[in-house]
């Protein structure tokens, strides 16, 4: 059996994981691509998701990977139409709009992503999530810009229905594997 270390790296405002077995050298994970140096973050962030094998039935009758939104501001906060993306592509920021949305503080929003591409009822992307490591990036756009609000990139996910998740919720590193709380605090 491998012990397994980590060590996370203050770098600004945001945190570096890196990891390493006992038979490896410490790993830098690949940067978000983008300049994540123009980050203009927001009240809304992503919080949690689930790319491999999720449990969380959907309105359509079917189990979808999902990704969690959290309000971490202490107002309510409205998600306009037209202003909230999200995406699994650096190239294409306005892959799928989000529709308009008040989120309570401490509130959260689960959009499933199963190329359904549909919001009556539960929000379903016209994307999926990639059991094999992908990105997610959250957009806002506001008069005509689009600006890059909160994003992460996430490895290969080895388990079903395991998620990976923010502790303490909205704004801490990310954990992996965790046992998915949708629409509840992460532990």
């Not at 973050?41 to 491999?52: D, G, Q, S, T």
């Not at 989000?98 to 989120?103: E, S, Y």
């Amino acid at each position: 059996m491998q012990n397994q270390f980590k060590l996370m790296v203050a770098t600004g405002l945001s945190f570096l994981l890196f990891s390493c077995t006992e038979d490896r050298i410490f790993e830098k994970p690949d940067p978000i691509p983008g300049d994540t140096a123009s980050v203009v973050p927001a009240p809304v962030r992503i919080n949690e998701l689930v790319a491999k094998g999720s449990a969380l039935t959907t309105d359509l009758g079917n189990n979808s990977d999902w990704i969690e939104l959290y309000n971490t501001s202490s107002s309510p906060f409205e998600m306009k139409q037209g202003e909230w993306y999200i995406s699994d592509s650096p190239a294409d920021s306005e892959k799928f709009e989000l529709p308009q949305r008040t989120l309570s503080p401490g509130d959260f929003l689960i959009i499933f992503c199963d190329d359904s591409n549909r919001v009556s009822g539960q929000i379903h992307t016209n994307f999926g999530l990639s059991s094999g490591g992908d990105y997610v990036f959250l957009y806002r756009k506001q008069n005509g810009a689009i600006t890059l609000t909160d994003s992460t990139k996430y490895g290969v996910q080895a388990f079903d229905n395991m998620s990976v998740a923010r502790s303490p919720n909205g704004n801490g590193p990310w954990q992996s594997p965790v046992t998915p709380t949708p629409g509840e605090l992460n532990p």
